[in-house]
């Protein structure tokens, strides 16, 4: 399994980005895919999730209502839109990955075994 994130960059406050994440090596119908953040200097948390099948969608509480992520199941990509952004949100982003697994334990870091390089979002006051 390979995840490869892009689509970070510098925006200014309030501004929006894309990032998405190509997934390949086998197929993940029955996956689960993931958001996590490195803000500098701190531990790397959870910021979204998707179940490849059904779609359903996890949050946490500090992007819900300004983030969305989605999958496009032919082309094996996860996109994370991020809008209404704030210089809170700088961080290196990384997409995560793992069989399908128990809908509670997707915000923890410990349930994805694969993970992407990670890209550099940076939001300017």
């Known amino acids: 399994v390979q995840l490869q994130a892009s689509g970070g960059g510098l925006v200014q406050a309030g501004g929006s980005l894309r990032l998405s994440c190509a997934a390949s090596?086998?197929?993940?119908?029955?996956?689960?895919m993931a958001w996590f953040r490195q803000p500098p200097g701190k531990e790397r948390e959870f910021v979204a999730a998707?179940?490849?099948?059904?779609?359903?969608?996890l949050y946490a509480d500090s992007v819900k209502g300004r983030f969305t992520i989605s999958r496009d199941i032919a082309k094996n990509m996860v996109h994370l839109q991020m809008n209404s952004l704030k210089p809170d949100d700088t961080a290196i982003y990384y997409c995560?990955?793992?069989?399908?697994?128990?809908?509670?334990?997707?915000?923890?870091?410990?349930?994805?075994?694969?993970w992407g390089q990670g890209t550099l979002v940076t939001v300017s006051s």
């Open positions: 995560a990955t793992t069989p399908r697994t128990v809908l509670s334990s997707l915000r923890l870091r410990s349930s994805y075994g694969y």
């Open positions: 090596g086998r197929t993940f119908r029955d996956w689960d």
């Open positions: 998707i179940r490849w099948s059904g779609g359903t969608t």
